[in-house]
């Protein structure tokens, strides 16, 4: 037993709300991380305070007095969490802290990332936290050697959470919601780390404890069940330890160095790091890379794939350990990136400390909506001394269907309700890593599972011998499914699938045969007046111009209305574009990728309409400004400055100019929400315009455009065709 350790005074400790701090840098190798829990800093959650006249008790201030962790620095991590935290989340939480990790400061020699060994002591939800920073950036980790004590953490919630639920939910705390028992979140986060630990995608060595008591503790009352009960703190590692005499405070919150918590952290550093340490090598660590060619090495590929409510994507793509031959240009060329419905993006890289310096871009083909073809080009030569990385990310929009009744209006569907992703290997890699998160909303008939193809032949043939070899590389809990293989076969492509299932909620976008009729009518007679004005058609020309000139006037009281919103501006009238759009049933159009024919829509009047992009336009629902608009019943704001990327989905017309802004708002009925007659657009092709207009996308400005379009411009638009 070593000498009692007894601070003489009160300890140095960070002012209240203090985060991600160097307590301590010894300029050594190895670093302690501390990360408090929810509505707790880390000035408070590691202090005992003071009592029978001795000081107050820091943790991290016991250590720099142990000789045992001499060769530990000591950094305080932390997130925002506060009563009025509301909408910040854990993966918020999470990104704070990674972002603290990585960060130089003026007080150290080098960021917590950049040392060796990291053991993270954790309370409560900072477990969940280090836990989703490590699920979701692996890679990040890769090289270093982590050691991970929960310390109370639940990985399935706390019951007392949901005592609590009346509380979060006025406050509207997500991170406390996501601490409820069962929580999806939670599942969803236990499955991803249960695949981080199985793996061994990082060298990582944990241990997990948990208080014995309920806070208030009274012989007068009946025993309370933990705050976080031991079936809850205990899941990835060995039996969970009990802290004795500790409530779910003061099992972080050592007087000396003979409480538990202290001594829990003491076993843990000597099985970590004592004489008969385990040597933490990840499986996914190969010490041989399979060769595809004299000088060309692949590590590691990591793609994830997160669908959201909508069907979009958004695709992250992690390429580690890339070698080269001496042979410039030094290219490395992608896989074409092609989605079978909606449309796509050019990839763009990430500099978030993933992509090596010199690394850049460029198309290989000349790109199209519904595929793009790239490659990476490197400044330097990679070679095995020093490999290049990079991450890259693009997006799909209006690819994937929540139900059946979604899905039998893509081009491509099919009768079983099947629909995937699918990543094709052409170069050998040490370890491919694919990870699809799903939304909610959506519904399954048949779980996700996984196959292996074979394209050599042409056309695409599954290997079943390959797709049952691999099957335990594959695991789906709940809303994620996880591919992980190393050294896995090439050239073939790896395919997460699913059955679809019909709409539990029911069809919430059906028409009855009248509100059909009647939609179905304003369109016809739209497009029958634009077509008789072009002469396409031959029917009562004088009819058609009147019915032009309404509308033409209809659309000046929009612009009219829109000046003065902007308080008189004055707008150009060159460059705006104020156009109505209505779906054309009568003359559908096949996809590129399909040979279905699905109904467009159609530019029937506008300021544009004269320019022969905007004459021709075709645009499915759901792709572009104006079809998103219509398929999801609710207002599109495009704008080209915008950093979200979704509004910055676009879809431009063969001939016509390319907006810089634009506003496309559904005409719909005000007495079914289903009812939509046709798409109102509002924008600008002009660049000094789009400044202007800018205003009117904001949420005050859109919702009063939404007022205005629903009680002026459709009610007009229904007299005028006598509808």
Not at 85 to 94: I, R
Not at 368 to 388: D, G, I, R, Y
């Amino acid at each position: 037993m070593t000498a009692h350790i007894y601070p003489l005074e009160e300890p140095r400790r960070p002012s209240s709300g203090t985060n991600n701090v160097w307590y301590e840098d010894r300029r050594t190798d190895q670093v302690i991380v501390f990360v408090h829990g929810v509505l707790s800093d880390s000035s408070s959650c590691w202090y005992a305070k003071p009592s029978n006249d001795q000081p107050g008790v820091y943790w991290p201030d016991l250590l720099l007095n142990d000789k045992r962790f001499a060769g530990y620095s000591i950094y305080l991590g932390g997130y925002y969490t506060d009563v009025h935290a509301t909408q910040y989340e854990v993966s918020d939480c999470a990104e704070e802290l990674y972002n603290a990790l990585r960060r130089r400061s003026d007080e150290a020699t080098s960021s917590v990332l950049e040392r060796q060994t990291i053991i993270f002591v954790c309370h409560s939800m900072g477990g969940i936290v280090v836990r989703y920073m490590l699920t979701t950036r692996p890679w990040e980790f890769a090289d270093n050697r982590i050691g991970l004590l929960l310390i109370a953490s639940p990985s399935s919630g706390s019951p007392w959470a949901d005592k609590l639920d009346y509380l979060l939910k006025y406050f509207k705390h997500h991170q406390g919601i996501e601490l409820k028992w069962g929580n999806w979140s939670l599942e969803d986060l236990d499955g991803r780390f249960r695949i981080v630990v199985a793996a061994r995608k990082i060298k990582l060595l944990g241990a997990e404890a948990c208080e014995n008591r309920f806070v208030f503790d009274s012989k007068w009352l009946p025993p309370r069940e933990p705050v976080v009960p031991r079936h809850s703190a205990g899941a990835y590692f060995d039996r969970v330890r009990m802290l004795p005499n500790t409530d779910h405070f003061t099992c972080v919150k050592p007087t000396d160095e003979n409480h538990p918590a202290y001594q829990f952290l003491v076993d843990f550093h000597f099985a970590f790091s004592g004489p008969g340490a385990q040597e933490l090598e990840p499986i996914a660590m190969s010490s041989t890379a399979p060769q595809v060619g004299p000088g060309i090495e692949f590590s590691s590929l990591v793609w994830d794939v997160r669908i959201n409510k909508e069907g979009d994507i958004y695709n992250e793509l992690t390429h580690k350990g890339i070698v080269l031959p001496n042979k410039r240009p030094y290219l490395f060329e992608l896989p074409p990136a092609e989605v079978q419905s909606g449309h796509t993006t050019p990839f763009e890289l990430i500099w978030d400390g993933r992509t090596t310096e010199g690394v850049t871009l460029r198309h290989t083909k000349e790109p199209t909506p519904n595929k793009v073809e790239m490659s990476a080009e490197f400044l330097n030569l990679p070679t095995s001394k020093n490999p290049a990385h990079f991450a890259i990310r693009c997006w799909d929009w209006n690819v994937y269907s929540m139900n059946m009744e979604e899905y039998r209006q893509k081009p491509n569907w099919r009768e079983d309700g099947m629909d995937y992703a699918e990543k094709y290997l052409a170069q050998k890699w040490k370890n491919f890593m694919m990870i699809i998160s799903f939304p909610k909303p959506i519904v399954f008939a048949k779980r996700p599972f996984f196959e292996i193809y074979d394209s050599s032949g042409g056309s695409e043939v599954r290997n079943d011998e390959l797709t049952a070899a691999y099957q335990q590389c594959f695991y789906c809990s709940g809303l994620l499914a996880v591919l992980s293989i190393q050294q896995p076969p090439s050239p073939f492509s790896y395919r997460i699938s699913w059955l679809l299932g019909e709409s539990r909620s029911g069809v919430t976008s059906a028409l009855f045969p009248a509100q059909r009729r009647r939609q179905r009518i304003f369109a016809q007679k739209m497009l029958r007046m634009r077509r008789t004005v072009d002469g396409e058609e031959v029917n009562d020309v004088d009819e058609a111009r009147q019915i032009e000139a309404g509308i033409f006037l209809i659309i000046a009281s929009v612009a009219e209305h829109v000046q003065g919103m902007l308080g008189g501006a004055e707008l150009d009238p060159g460059p705006l574009e104020i156009s109505l759009m209505v779906l054309d049933e009568d003359r559908p159009k096949s996809p590129p990728t399909g040979n279905k024919k699905l109904p467009v829509l159609r530019m029937v009047a506008g300021t544009l309409l004269g320019e022969p992009g905007n004459r021709s336009l075709e645009m499915f629902v759901g792709d572009g400004n104006a079809g998103r608009a219509w398929k999801r019943r609710m207002v599109r704001v495009f704008d080209h400055k915008e950093s979200d990327p979704k509004r910055r989905v676009y879809q431009l017309s063969q001939g016509a100019r390319p907006h810089c802004f634009l506003v496309s708002i559904p005409l719909i009925d005000p007495s079914w929400d289903a009812l939509i007659y046709g798409i109102l657009n509002i924008g600008t092709v002009d660049s000094e315009q789009a400044e202007l207009l800018r205003k009117i996308g904001t949420s005050e400005y859109v919702e009063h455009l939404t007022s205005f379009a629903q009680s002026y411009v459709l009610q007009r638009l229904v007299e005028l065709l006598n509808l």
